[in-house]
């Protein structure tokens, strides 16, 4: 052990003395680097999970910045002088500099869409009484596209459905293989005069969809849940009401009657895929009484107030 030290104390004497400052500069650089690239991987490690593209655009920048750092120390050291005639070193280390700083960006970025949480919403195209436009759609496409709460952010991604049942079970389950931290389904009701919050889907769906097709059997059997009569949504309904209402003039009410014609069948099928990150909200037509903009600023009320509301 002594004898160890007495060799790193010689290293480091020699180092001290003989080494120019410019090179100690470049060390001190290849040093941040290498523990930036450890820390990196370290908060993978801690995270659990994460996109793998995002870990490697990490590591990927930081051995690049490593073999910058290397690549100048080797030009910045006066025995290597005659191969690198023409190039200053001053030039090499502001190059250097420059790169990192770029390269960091992209990790920074890198960083923040892994942090970042998936909201999906979606809205309805045209269908028969609704031909011209659709006020779900209309309301959902003005959402913003990010959102922060209590200092997470999340993404908002917009998805249009056909009034379709083949469309809705091939998006239904793209939207749920991102794994998203919450699905809200929007949908028009001619009859409603406020935003109304779906507590529950009913099985059962005997009618034509907008291309006249009917399901083979009108008692959808569910990956999970089988040929169930009804599922509920683990967000608290009632209570999400009742606060939103406190401060938007009772412009919310709950509901138990998503009906059972394709937006109950959307509904049953993310309820199957899970009832705590799932809800339906119907909204009135546009201008009966608010307008699409009004709309959607309360459909994000409800995505506030379901990310802020423990679960049933």
Same mark, same amino acid.
């Given at each position: 052990m002594v004898q160890l030290k007495t060799v790193l104390g010689k290293f480091f004497d020699e180092y001290q003395n003989n080494t120019p400052k410019k090179l100690k500069i470049v060390d001190a650089y290849l040093v941040y680097i290498l523990l930036t690239g450890i820390l990196q991987f370290a908060y993978c490690c801690l995270v659990g999970t994460f996109p793998f593209n995002s870990f490697l655009s990490g590591f990927i920048s930081t051995v690049s910045c490593f073999i910058l750092a290397v690549c100048l120390r080797l030009q910045s050291n006066p025995q290597n002088k005659a191969q690198f005639i023409g190039i200053s070193p001053e030039r090499g280390f502001a190059d250097f500099?420059?790169?990192?700083?770029?390269?960091? %960006?992209?990790?920074?970025e890198q960083y923040k869409a892994m942090d970042e949480k998936l909201i999906? /919403?979606?809205?309805?195209? %045209?269908?028969?009484?609704?031909?011209?436009? #659709?006020?779900?759609?209309?309301? /959902?496409?003005?959402l913003p596209n990010q959102l922060k709460i209590d200092e997470k952010n999340y993404k908002i991604e917009k998805i249009q459905?056909?009034?379709?049942?083949?469309?809705?079970?091939?998006?239904?389950?793209? %939207?749920?293989s991102k794994n998203p931290e919450l699905v809200i389904h929007v949908g028009v009701n001619g009859s409603a005069c406020k935003i109304l919050l779906e507590k529950c889907a009913k099985n059962g769906f005997m009618s034509?969809?907008? $291309? &006249?097709?009917?399901?083979?059997?009108?008692?959808?059997?569910?990956? #999970? &849940?089988?040929? $169930?009569?009804?599922l509920e949504t683990k967000i608290d309904v009632d209570k999400i009401t009742r606060s939103l209402n406190e401060t938007?003039? #009772?412009?919310?009410?709950?509901?138990s009657d998503v009906g059972q014609y394709l937006c109950g069948y959307v509904y049953l099928k993310s309820l199957d895929k899970d009832p705590s990150r799932a809800l339906f909200v119907h909204v009135p037509c546009i201008d009966k009484p608010y307008n699409s903009q009004d709309t959607a600023t309360g459909i994000f009320k409800v995505i506030e107030q379901c990310l802020s509301t423990p679960r049933i």
């Open positions: 500099i420059f790169a990192h700083i770029v390269l960091h %960006i992209d990790i920074k999906v /919403v979606t809205g309805y195209g %045209i269908f028969k009484g609704h031909e011209e436009k #659709n006020a779900s759609w209309e309301a /959902v496409q003005l459905l056909a009034v379709e049942y083949d469309d809705v079970d091939k998006k239904v389950d793209e %939207i749920w034509k969809d907008f $291309c &006249s097709k009917t399901l083979c059997d009108p008692v959808v059997c569910l990956k #999970n &849940s089988g040929k $169930c009569q009804r938007h003039c #009772n412009m919310f009410t709950a509901s």
